[in-house]
C-alpha cells in the first residue's frame, strides 16, 4: 500500500540544522515523493544585530555548508540522485512563500518555534500559503514537550520548576523520546538551487574569532563534544558548577541551533545511570520549563513574570552599566566572566548567575538590560532560556523565594573558583596575586601590591560598589513587593 499522499513539499530549515532525528524532514519524506529543502538568512533577524562580526552568523553558515553535504549524502546513500539546500537571503515571510509557489509544493513543512516573533512571521506564512491552496505544517522538535502537554492535575501551566519537573518526569515514562527516521526514504530529496551556501562577506557580516575557540560547528561539531561529554557526564553534578574545570557538555550552542537533537541528548542522560546524568537531564528539563513559560505567558519578553515585581524601582547607572559590560567592576569574578563573553561568546552557568546577580542586586539595574548584552553576545541566544534565567537572577521570575537570594561574588567566587585559575586565565593583570588576595585584590596593603605587580586602582579597579551595602538598598528595593506579598501574574 502506497502511503505517500501527495507529490512535492518543502523543508523550511530553522533552528534544526541536522539531517538526522529531524522531526519536520521525517514527517515530509515519508509523506511527498519530492521534498525540498530550505534555509532562509532572514534580514529581520540579521538587521537588528548590532554587530557585522556575530558568531551566531559564522556558526549558522558553517554548519550549513556542513547541512548541505549531509543532505547529498543522505539522498546518494538511499539511491537517489544527489540532493541539496537552497540558501537564500532576505525576508523569509517573503521569501518561503515564493518559493513554495515557484517549486509548486503542495506543502511547507517546519519545526515549531515559540517565540512571540517566529509565532507572528509563522502566521504570516501560513496566511500567504493558504491563499495559494499550499498548507503550513509544523511539527514538535526543538523540546521533548511543548504547550500543554505537561500541566498541573488542575490542568493550569506550571510556574515553579520542581513540580514541572516531577510531572515532566512522569509524562517521559508514557512518552520516550523516540527519534524520527531520515535516511529510509532519503531518496525523494530533491536538488537545491542556487549557488549554495553564501559567503559571510555576501551576507554583509565578517569573519570572527570562532575558528580559534573550542567550538565545532555543525552536526559534526555537536557529535565530538557528545561523546567528549560523555566520558564525563558521570562527575557533571559536581564538576559543573567551577568554571575552571572541564565540567559542562558545551553543546548549549548545537541545542540553540539543531545541529543536534534534544531527544538524543535526552536518551544519553537517561542512559547515564548516574547522579550526574540525572543532574544534566534537569538542565535539558529547564530548557522546556522556559520555553513552555514563554509559551503561556508571552508577556515576560517584555516585563516581570510576576506583575507585582514590575513596581521594582530599578536604578540608571550608565556608568555602573558600563562597567559591568566591560570588565570593570572591580570584582574579579564578575570581571572575568564578563571578559569570557567578551572575548568568546560563551559564559559558564554559574557565572552567569553571579554576573546577573551582580547587575541586578549589587548595582540594582533593571534585568532588562543585563538580558538584551547577554542576546548580543551569547553564542547560544535562546529567548525563553536568556529570559527565564535573568528573571530568576533579578527575582521578578518564576521562583519561591525571590529577593533573598542575594550573590555575594566574593563567596562566590571563593567557593568556585577557589584557586583563581579562572580568573587568572581572564584577567591576567592579576597572574601575580596569591590565591589569598585573588577574591578580594583590594584588600592587599600597598607591599602585597608591589609584590603582585598589581596596583589595585590603577592596574586593576577598586570595587565600583560595596556589596554589604548594596544589598540593604536591594532590600529596601524590593520592599514595596514584600508589602503587598507576590501578585499572581
Known amino acids: 500500500m502506497n502511503l505517500i499522499r501527495s507529490e512535492s513539499a518543502l523543508v523550511w530549515f530553522r533552528r534544526d540544522l541536522r539531517v538526522d532525528d529531524h522531526a519536520a524532514l521525517s514527517h515530509a519524506l515519508r509523506d511527498y515523493r519530492k521534498v525540498y529543502c530550505l534555509f532562509v538568512f532572514d534580514t529581520e533577524i540579521l538587521e537588528a544585530l548590532p554587530r557585522r562580526d556575530d558568531r551566531r552568523v559564522e556558526f549558522i553558515r558553517e554548519s550549513l555548508v556542513e547541512l548541505d553535504r549531509g543532505l547529498d549524502e543522505l539522498s546518494r546513500g538511499a539511491g537517489g540522485a544527489g540532493s541539496g539546500l537552497t540558501v537564500l537571503h532576505g525576508a523569509a515571510r517573503d521569501l518561503v512563500a515564493a518559493t513554495a509557489f515557484e517549486l509548486e509544493v503542495d506543502a511547507v513543512l517546519c519545526n515549531r518555534d515559540y517565540e512571540p516573533s517566529a509565532i ?82 555576501a551576507l554583509g557580516f565578517e569573519p570572527t ?49 539543531g545541529t543536534i537533537s534534544i531527544r538524543r541528548l535526552v536518551s544519553e542522560a537517561l542512559g547515564a545511570g548516574s547522579e550526574g546524568g540525572d543532574t544534566w537531564l534537569s538542565e535539558l528539563i529547564w530548557r522546556d520549563f522556559y520555553e513552555q513559560i514563554l509559551w503561556h505567558h508571552p508577556h515576560v519578553v517584555e516585563r516581570s513574570f510576576r506583575s507585582a515585581f514590575d513596581r521594582v524601582e530599578w536604578v540608571t547607572d550608565p556608568a555602573g552599566f558600563a562597567a559591568w559590560c566591560e570588565a570593570r567592576t572591580g570584582y574579579p569574578i564578575v570581571d572575568a566572566a564578563m571578559r569570557q563573553i567578551n572575548q568568546t561568546g560563551y559564559m559558564h552557568n554559574r557565572l552567569r548567575m553571579i554576573v546577573a546577580s551582580f547587575l541586578t542586586k549589587d548595582l540594582g539595574i533593571h534585568w532588562r538590560s543585563g538580558e538584551r548584552y547577554f542576546a548580543e553576545h551569547l553564542n547560544d541566544f535562546d529567548l525563553a532560556a536568556n529570559n527565564g534565567g535573568w528573571q530568576w537572577a533579578a527575582s521578578t521570575g518564576c521562583d519561591a523565594q525571590p529577593w533573598f537570594r542575594i550573590f555575594n561574588p566574593v563567596t562566590q567566587s571563593e567557593r568556585f573558583d577557589p584557586r583563581g585559575g579562572f580568573i587568572r586565565r581572564y584577567l591576567p593583570e592579576l597572574a601575580n596575586v596569591p590565591d589569598r588576595f585573588i577574591h578580594a585584590p583590594w584588600t592587599m596593603s600597598p607591599v602585597d601590591q608591589s609584590a603582585a605587580r598589581c596596583r589595585i586602582g590603577s592596574d586593576y579597579p577598586l570595587p565600583i560598589v560595596d556589596h554589604a551595602e548594596a544589598r540593604k538598598r536591594t532590600l529596601e528595593r524590593f520592599e514595596v513587593v514584600r508589602a503587598d506579598g507576590q501578585d499572581a501574574v
Open 209 to 257: 574569532n570562532l575558528s580559534e575557540l573550542a567550538l565545532p560547528c555543525g552536526m559534526s561539531g555537536g557529535r565530538r563534544l557528545l561523546e567528549d561529554f560523555r566520558g564525563r557526564i558521570d562527575h557533571y553534578k559536581v564538576a559543573r558548577d567551577f568554571p575552571a574545570r572541564k565540567g559542562v557538555s558545551y553543546l548549549s550552542t548545537h541545542l540553540r541551533f
Open 120 to 201: 507572528e512571521r509563522d502566521a504570516d506564512v501560513a496566511e500567504r500559503l493558504r491563499t495559494r491552496g499550499v498548507r503550513f505544517i509544523q511539527f514538535k522538535d526543538q523540546v521533548i514537550f511543548e504547550k500543554s502537554e505537561v500541566l498541573t492535575q488542575s490542568g493550569t501551566p506550571f510556574t515553579v520548576f520542581t513540580p514541572y519537573k516531577r510531572a515532566w518526569l512522569k509524562a517521559l515514562e508514557t512518552q520516550p523520546p523516540t527519534p524520527f527516521p531520515v535516511a529510509p526514504r532519503a531518496a525523494a530529496l530533491a536538488p537545491g538551487a542556487g549557488g549554495g551556501v553564501p559567503a559571510l562577506q
